[in-house]
């Protein structure tokens, strides 16, 4: 969720630190703080806010430093609770991302032994923890701080009496090394690093690492040893500007607008003509095994949980393989039962997210096969699934996910049609699907050139304070989606409902303040749920009905939002984008923080 940047070398340790800071304020933007060590000691600047809010006191010099972006957990968002943290004795300042769940205990025994607490914070104690280590070396300090704490960490700490070293550790959030020329540097997310450096080294969970100005050493902490460890450096072929809005007001504009080039980078290479398959070479599955799967179980949070119903419903019709998504923060709390011959893909943009990362874990340890469809190369869902599907949508920045939703439903296309053509589905039903995944890029950019109708449209549905986002089987995990997308940056109550249970409950809340928004494709379904919308309009319900210029609204009092139609199978992602833009123009409209809205952080790397 937060943000952590360090840095050694021979520059000014702060200015470059604030400027990563910067790029990783969507994964937490609470408060911000920084520490630099130099001739003047250590020496802390903090405060509750946005980066640029953050002023740095006089002389505050030092070539090397360490600093953070909060998204609160334990306290409120305040200057106090913000990291870094600093021991008494004002010798160790930390930095830590993840929870440490034993704080409340660590904080009493701390209490208990004269030390005055000053935050509200778990990470504090880690800074004391530190400062009370017999260790000789920093190394030592932080292992034997870190044996005493049960939780996740990413954590980075420095000390007055080690000058020239940051020590940094990880269990469960994310800390990529950056290696520069006679300095190095570590983040949370590789925004942080790409204008500087793009040769990285991942640190894995149960890792240690050193860093000074001439490199890095690398340690595995097993039975509560340190043991050197040589660690894998790549370098990545990533373009620094892809991180950057430019001329958009907003990465999230940016972003949905980037959507027909990345679908186009997610179908590169994969589509065979021939046999009408997809190749997806890094599945690592060969067609026997492929044929014995018998069930397909997709885990993910949040929009991926939602993508990965839609994914379930294309496996489902088109490899006719049982199919359903749920929500892996759930998912291994249910203790549940691992088949052996059930494919478990787990969807992820970051590839961060902790709740989806313990079920990839909990699968694995019960002997399960799972495969990853993630966004972000390297990360830790795709690193522990070992196998699986790139997305290939670039880096996405704004908190409310787009590009990698859409590219994700592409991957699940893909894979459908992989599984597909190894069991039942014929060579022209394949054929069919790769024509209409071919035509996605252009019909998505046919629907972005009618941004200014969905504006007009969406500027009404903003000022509704509660709205119903409805659909029916293909259409209900849209309409899920566009609700999410709805609530999350326009933060008006936004519920989604399946149609057809509309009559058994939530009617009664409908009235000329609820409006409803609509997914009504083209299929088998139409008929049934232009009747549905009727009962609607009979109670006064503003209607926006989100769907194909062939349906007949007949007398229906309703706005329509006509999106070009593919295959029926394909049609959800279309129908969904134009949710996208729905949402983005009614939070612009509210004048909302379109991408970093209130509460929420981009990756959630806490359970
Ligand atoms: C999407 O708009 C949301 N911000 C959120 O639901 C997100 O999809 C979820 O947290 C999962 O993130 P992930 O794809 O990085 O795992």
Same mark, same amino acid.
């Given at each position: 969720?937060?943000?952590?940047?360090?840095?050694?070398?021979?520059?000014?340790?702060?200015?470059?630190? @604030?400027?990563?800071?910067?790029?990783?304020?969507?994964?937490?933007?609470?408060?911000?703080?920084?520490?630099?060590?130099?001739?003047?000691?250590?020496?802390?600047?903090?405060?509750?806010?946005?980066?640029?809010?953050?002023?740095?006191?006089?002389?505050?010099?030092?070539?090397?430093?360490?600093?953070?972006?909060?998204?609160?957990?334990?306290?409120?968002?305040?200057?106090?609770?913000?990291?870094?943290?600093?021991?008494?004795?004002?010798?160790?300042?930390?930095?830590?991302?993840?929870?440490?769940?034993?704080?409340?205990?660590?904080?009493?025994?701390?209490?208990?032994?004269?030390?005055?607490?000053?935050?509200?914070?778990?990470?504090?104690?880690?800074?004391?923890?530190?400062?009370?280590?017999?260790?000789?070396?920093?190394?030592?300090?932080?292992?034997?701080?870190?044996?005493?704490?049960?939780?996740?960490?990413?954590?980075?700490?420095?000390?007055?009496?080690?000058?020239?070293?940051?020590?940094?550790?990880?269990?469960?959030?994310?800390?990529?090394?950056?290696?520069?020329?006679?300095?190095?540097?570590?983040?949370?997310?590789?925004?942080?690093?790409?204008?500087?450096?793009?040769?990285?080294?991942?640190?894995?969970?149960?890792?240690?690492?050193?860093? $000074?100005?001439?490199?890095?050493?690398?340690?595995?902490?097993?039975?509560?040893?340190?043991?050197?460890?040589?660690?894998?450096?790549?370098?990545?072929?990533?373009?620094?500007?892809?991180?950057?809005?430019?001329?958009?007001? =907003?990465?999230?504009?940016?972003?949905?607008?980037?959507?027909?080039?990345? $679908?186009?980078?997610?179908?590169?290479?994969?589509?065979?003509?021939?046999?009408?398959?997809?190749?997806?070479?890094?599945?690592?599955?060969?067609?026997?095994?492929?044929?014995?799967?018998?069930?397909?179980?997709?885990?993910?949070?949040?929009?991926?949980?939602?993508?990965?119903?839609?994914?379930?419903?294309?496996?489902?019709?088109?490899?006719?393989?049982?199919?359903?998504?749920?929500?892996?923060?759930?998912?291994?709390?249910?203790?549940?039962?691992?088949?052996?011959?059930?494919?478990?893909?787990?969807?992820?943009?970051?590839?961060?997210?902790?709740?989806?990362?313990?079920?990839?874990?909990?699968?694995?340890?019960?002997?399960?096969?799972?495969?990853?469809?993630?966004?972000?190369?390297?990360?830790?869902?795709?690193?522990?699934?070992?196998?699986?599907?790139?997305?290939?949508?670039?880096?996405?920045?704004?908190?409310? &996910?787009?590009?990698?939703? $859409?590219?994700?439903?592409?991957?699940?296309?893909?894979?459908?049609?992989?599984?597909?053509?190894?069991?039942?589905?014929?060579?022209?039903?394949?054929?069919?699907?790769?024509?209409?995944?071919?035509?996605?890029? &252009?019909?998505?950019?046919?629907?972005?050139?009618?941004?200014?109708?969905?504006?007009?449209?969406?500027?009404?549905?903003?000022?509704?304070?509660?709205?119903?986002?409805?659909?029916?089987?293909?259409?209900?995990?849209?309409?899920?989606?566009?609700?999410?997308?709805?609530?999350?940056? =326009?933060?008006?109550?936004?519920?989604?409902?399946?149609? =057809?249970?509309?009559?058994?409950?939530?009617?009664?809340?409908?009235?000329?303040?609820?409006?409803?928004?609509?997914?009504?494709?083209?299929?088998? @379904?139409?008929?049934?749920?232009?009747?549905?919308?009727?009962?609607?309009?009979?109670?006064?319900?503003?209607?926006?009905?989100?769907?194909?210029?062939?349906?007949?609204?007949?007398?229906?009092?309703?706005?329509?939002?006509?999106?070009?139609?593919?295959?029926?199978?394909?049609?959800?992602?279309?129908?969904?984008?134009?949710?996208?833009?729905?949402?983005?123009?009614?939070?612009?409209?509210?004048?909302?923080?379109?991408?970093?809205?209130?509460?929420?952080?981009? =990756?959630? $790397?806490?359970?």
């Amino acid at each position: 969720m937060c943000g952590i940047v360090g840095y050694v070398g021979s520059q000014q340790a702060a200015p470059l630190i @604030l400027e990563g800071l910067t790029r990783l304020e969507h994964r937490g933007y609470d408060s911000v703080g920084v520490a630099v060590l130099g001739a003047g000691g250590l020496r802390v600047a903090k405060q509750a806010g946005r980066v640029r809010d953050l002023e740095l006191p006089k002389r505050f010099a030092g070539r090397v430093g360490i600093g953070h972006t909060r998204w609160a957990t334990h306290g409120p968002a305040n200057d106090t609770n913000a990291h870094p943290h600093v021991s008494a004795d004002g010798a160790v300042a930390v930095v830590h991302n993840g929870i440490i769940d034993n704080a409340a205990a660590l904080r009493a025994e701390l209490v208990d032994a004269g030390v005055e607490l000053t935050s509200d914070t778990d990470t504090e104690t880690l800074a004391h923890l530190v400062a009370r280590s017999e260790a000789d070396s920093l190394e030592g300090k932080v292992r034997e701080a870190l044996a005493q704490v049960d939780g996740t960490y990413g954590v980075a700490v420095m000390h007055a009496d080690f000058l020239d070293r940051i020590v940094v550790a990880r269990n469960g959030s994310p800390l990529i090394i950056g290696v520069g020329e006679k300095e190095m540097h570590v983040a949370s997310d590789l925004a942080a690093l790409v204008r500087y450096t793009t040769t990285v080294a991942h640190l894995d969970d149960g890792e240690m690492a050193t860093l $000074t100005a001439s490199g890095f050493t690398t340690y595995a902490v097993a039975g509560g040893q340190l043991g050197e460890k040589s660690k894998a450096v790549t370098t990545l072929d990533i373009d620094p500007d892809s991180y950057e809005a430019g001329e958009h007001s =907003s990465y999230m504009h940016k972003e949905i607008l980037e959507q027909p080039a990345a $679908t186009e980078r997610v179908l590169r290479g994969r589509l065979d003509e021939r046999f009408a398959t997809a190749h997806l070479g890094g599945l690592n599955m060969d067609a026997r095994e492929t044929r014995a799967i018998r069930r397909v179980k997709i885990l993910g949070c949040g929009s991926a949980y939602y993508v990965g119903q839609m994914g379930a419903s294309m496996i489902e019709e088109l490899a006719r393989i049982p199919a359903d998504a749920e929500a892996a923060s759930e998912f291994r709390y249910r203790n549940p039962v691992i088949e052996p011959d059930t494919l478990y893909v787990a969807v992820s943009q970051s590839g961060e997210t902790i709740d989806t990362l313990l079920a990839v874990q909990e699968i694995k340890r019960k002997g399960g096969r799972v495969i990853g469809l993630v966004n972000v190369v390297g990360s830790a869902v795709a690193r522990e699934c070992g196998s699986g599907i790139y997305l290939h949508a670039g880096p996405e920045v704004a908190v409310a &996910s787009t590009k990698a939703l $859409t590219n994700m439903y592409v991957g699940f296309a893909l894979l459908a049609l992989h599984l597909g053509r190894v069991r039942d589905l014929s060579i022209s039903d394949g054929r069919r699907l790769i024509e209409g995944l071919n035509r996605l890029p &252009s019909q998505i950019e046919e629907i972005l050139k009618h941004e200014d109708a969905l504006r007009e449209v969406a500027g009404r549905l903003a000022d509704a304070e509660s709205l119903f986002f409805v659909g029916r089987v293909r259409g209900y995990p849209v309409a899920r989606e566009g609700a999410q997308k709805f609530k999350e940056i =326009s933060y008006r109550h936004a519920e989604a409902y399946q149609t =057809s249970e509309l009559k058994h409950g939530p009617l009664a809340l409908i009235s000329p303040d609820v409006p409803t928004v609509a997914i009504v494709p083209d299929d088998e @379904l139409t008929d049934r749920n232009v009747g549905a919308l009727h009962e609607i309009a009979a109670r006064g319900g503003p209607l926006v009905v989100v769907t194909h210029p062939t349906v007949d609204l007949g007398e229906l009092a309703a706005t329509r939002v006509d999106v070009p139609a593919n295959e029926v199978e394909l049609d959800p992602i279309l129908l969904t984008i134009s949710l996208q833009i729905l949402a983005y123009h009614a939070a612009l409209k509210l004048g909302h923080d379109i991408d970093k809205p209130r509460n929420l952080a981009k =990756s959630v $790397t806490v359970e």
